[in-house]
């Protein structure tokens, strides 16, 4: 079946721009997690979402970041006035239920450069 | 507040030898799930196996291994028979019971040499 997806693969903006990053778990999963990955911070959490339930916010770098999901399916990831440090590999990940224990499922991840 | 260590940034290691990846990490959780994912050139993260802090058995999943010292809070993974497609990044990472995602360590850059 399908896997995890993410749109766009890769995205060039200039700072100052907003960007949209957007993941389509796969079907059925409950949990949808967002990560980044940098040289200099290597993988953080970003923010989790069970089901529709308002999402734990504390975890996004500062207050340019928001993310929701409509659905309980399809997340988005929003970064406004985007700054160089905002450059990353941004990952979405879901999994079959909030249990914390189950196996994550990744996706391919957004490149995401900030000039 | 959760820890993962992963003390060798990078090894090299000979095609059929046995490999072991460290991972300490530290929790106030009682319970916890421990993580073990590969992360090739491309990319892509994969999950390779898991250990619960209540498992009373090492984990295994084929040539994958998992050396679960609780009271050492040692989680490293353990390769049998490395494969040059072994080579990737590998992570290992800790999940406790609140409404949050992983925590990772820094990994380590493995690379198999024929």
């Known amino acids: 079946g399908a896997g995890v997806s993410q749109s766009p693969s890769n995205k060039v903006t200039e700072k100052g721009k907003d960007v949209e990053l957007r993941c389509d778990p796969i079907s059925g999963h409950t949990a949808l997690y967002w990560y980044r990955q940098s040289l200099g911070q290597g993988l953080e959490f970003l923010i989790y979402?069970?089901?529709?339930?308002?999402?734990?916010k504390s975890g996004l770098p500062s207050d340019r970041f928001s993310a929701e999901r409509t659905g309980g399916s399809v997340s988005t990831l929003t970064i406004q006035r985007t700054q160089q440090e905002d450059s990353a590999v941004y990952l979405c990940?879901?999994?079959?239920?909030?249990?914390?224990?189950?196996?994550?499922?990744f996706g391919p991840g957004t490149r995401l450069t900030v000039l | 507040a959760q820890k993962i260590t992963q003390t060798q940034p990078g090894m090299f290691v000979q095609e059929k030898e046995v490999v072991t990846l460290d991972c300490t990490y530290d929790?106030?959780?009682?319970?916890?799930?421990l993580f073990w994912y590969k992360q090739p050139s491309s990319g892509e993260m994969i999950f390779l196996i898991y250990q619960g802090s209540y498992d009373q058995q090492n984990a295994t999943e084929g040539r994958y291994s998992l050396n679960f010292q609780k009271a050492r809070k040692s989680a490293n993974l353990v390769i049998s028979a490395s494969q040059l497609g072994d080579s990737a990044m590998y992570f290992c990472?800790?999940?406790?019971?609140?409404?949050?995602?992983?925590?990772f360590g820094k990994g380590t850059h493995l690379i198999i040499q024929p």
């Open positions: 979402f069970q089901g529709n339930s308002a999402p734990d």
């Open positions: 929790t106030s959780d009682p319970s916890y799930g």
């Open positions: 990940a879901s999994s079959p239920s909030g249990v914390p224990y189950n196996e994550q499922f």
């Open positions: 990472a800790i999940h406790g019971g609140g409404a949050d995602g992983l925590t």
